[in-house]
């Protein structure tokens, strides 16, 4: 549903500011959020629990996508830029239409999981176990194998990374 509804609002609109409010949400720091900045929305998509926004253009050579995973308080809130963000606002995205997209989370601990990743590199967010889907001919994507070790009582995932010619999630 969440991707339906959004992707029918935001696909074709085009970036014009990136806001962190809350650094602890964006947990990468390669590509940055500003390379947002400019660049339309060409699809809204789901892989496993994350809600993927993927972005082009491709005449840069690679295409970008931002990857939020709402955990428990997470929400998606779609208002008009003139209306004040508030402190449960943890990342903005201003659009060319004069509307936000706002990942919000209504609780005080901030779990939410914002990653700005290149498309090729998407699926190393997948849920193990995945099937492939055959893609457009000619991208290569990266396939994942999650190996779990448990280090003082916790889990901590490793990840091996092999190329796919032709497919992708």
């Known amino acids: 549903v969440i991707k339906t509804r959004l992707g029918a609002e935001l696909v074709g609109r085009t970036v014009t500011r990136a806001e962190l409010r809350h650094p602890a949400c964006l947990k990468t720091v390669e590509p940055t959020l500003d390379e947002l900045v400019g660049r339309e929305l ?9 809600t993927v926004f993927e972005f ?3 005449d ?21 830029s003139s209306r004040k963000p508030t402190k449960n606002h943890l990342l903005v995205l201003g659009l060319d239409d004069n509307r936000d997209l706002r990942v919000t989370e209504s609780g005080t601990k901030h779990r939410v999981a ?3 990743l290149m498309e090729e590199v998407v699926p190393l967010l997948a849920v ?15 396939e994942a194998q999650v190996v779990d070790h448990v280090h003082h009582g916790h889990v901590i995932a490793e990840v091996e990374i ?5 497919f992708r999630r």
């Open 42 to 50: 060409a699809a809204v998509s789901r892989l496993g629990k994350f």
């Open 56 to 58: 082009g253009p491709w």
């Open 60 to 80: 840069l050579g690679f295409g970008l996508c931002l990857c939020v995973h709402l955990m428990l308080d997470g929400t998606f809130a779609l208002v008009p």
């Open 114 to 116: 914002v990653h700005v």
């Open 128 to 142: 193990p176990g995945e099937d492939l889907l055959p893609a457009q001919p000619g991208v290569v994507a990266v």
């Open 162 to 166: 092999g190329e796919v010619e032709g």
